[in-house]
C-alpha cells in the first residue's frame, strides 16, 4: 500500500480529531486520564510546532487521512520526548505504516536532540506494544512522573 506522510495542517484538524477519537474508542480510552480526551486533540496543528521541538504527522492513503502521531517534549524536559497519539484506522493496520510512522517520530525525536522518549498507552493494544518492542522501547512498571495519562497501564521507554 502506497502513503505519504505530511505534517498536520489546519485543514487535517478535524478528521485527525476523527481518526484520534475513533480508534480511542475502539480501545476503551474514553475520559479523564486518556489521550483521545486531552484539549489539543481538537486542534493539533495549532498545539505541534517544530519551534517547540514538537511535530506531528498525518498518514495519508489516496489522499485519505489513515492516522496520525507526534513528538513533544514529556513534561516540559529538555532530554525525554514523547510519543503521542499515534493512531492508524483498522483497515491500515498490520501493513507497516505504523512502523513507518513511528520511525518517522523517532527519527525527529533524534533530530530534535532528545535523549529519550516515552510512550504510555493501553494493555489491549498489543499490536501497538508489539511494534514498540521492535522498535527498541522498554516496558516501565510505572509512569514516569509527571504523565498526564493515568488512565493508561502500560508505559514505555527507549534511548535514542
Same mark, same amino acid.
Not at 480529531?17 to 479523564?32: L, M, N, R, S, W
Not at 496543528?45 to 514538537?54: G, V
Not at 523517532?106 to 510512550?119: P, R, S, T
Given at each position: 500500500?502506497?502513503?505519504?506522510?505530511?505534517?498536520?495542517?489546519?485543514q487535517?484538524d478535524?478528521?485527525?480529531c476523527d481518526?484520534?477519537? !475513533?480508534?480511542?474508542t475502539?480501545?476503551?480510552?474514553? %475520559?479523564? /486520564?486518556? +489521550?483521545?480526551?486531552d484539549? &489539543?486533540?481538537?486542534?493539533?496543528?495549532a498545539?505541534y510546532?517544530?519551534?517547540?521541538?514538537?511535530?506531528?504527522?498525518?498518514?495519508?492513503?489516496?489522499?485519505?487521512?489513515?492516522?496520525?502521531?507526534?513528538?513533544?517534549?514529556?513534561?516540559?524536559?529538555?532530554?525525554?520526548?514523547?510519543?503521542? !497519539?499515534?493512531?492508524?484506522?483498522?483497515?491500515?493496520? %498490520?501493513l /507497516?505504516? +505504523?512502523?513507518?510512522?513511528? &520511525?518517522?517520530?523517532?527519527n525527529f525525536a533524534?533530530?530534535?536532540?532528545?535523549?529519550?522518549?516515552?510512550?504510555?498507552?493501553?494493555?489491549?493494544?498489543d499490536?501497538?506494544?508489539?511494534?514498540?518492542?521492535?522498535?527498541g522501547?522498554?516496558?516501565?512498571?510505572?509512569?514516569?512522573?509527571?504523565?498526564?495519562?493515568?488512565?493508561?497501564?502500560?508505559?514505555?521507554?527507549?534511548?535514542?
Amino acid at each position: 500500500m502506497q502513503f505519504t506522510i505530511t505534517p498536520i495542517t489546519p485543514q487535517l484538524d478535524e478528521t485527525v480529531c476523527d481518526i484520534i477519537k !475513533k480508534v480511542g474508542t475502539e480501545f476503551g480510552a474514553i %475520559g479523564d /486520564g486518556f +489521550g483521545p480526551s486531552d484539549d &489539543e486533540v481538537n486542534h493539533m496543528s495549532a498545539h505541534y510546532r517544530e519551534a517547540n521541538r514538537c511535530g506531528y504527522w498525518v498518514v495519508m492513503v489516496n489522499g485519505k487521512a489513515v492516522g496520525c502521531g507526534g513528538i513533544a517534549p514529556f513534561n516540559g524536559s529538555d532530554t525525554v520526548c514523547e510519543l503521542r !497519539k499515534l493512531f492508524l484506522l483498522p483497515d491500515c493496520r %498490520g501493513l /507497516g505504516i +505504523g512502523k513507518a510512522l513511528t &520511525e518517522h517520530c523517532l527519527n525527529f525525536a533524534k533530530q530534535q536532540q532528545y535523549q529519550q522518549c516515552y510512550l504510555d498507552t493501553l494493555s489491549n493494544m498489543d499490536s501497538a506494544i508489539q511494534l514498540y518492542k521492535k522498535l527498541g522501547f522498554k516496558q516501565l512498571t510505572t509512569p514516569m512522573l509527571g504523565t498526564e495519562h493515568n488512565g493508561c497501564d502500560v508505559w514505555m521507554l527507549k534511548d535514542l
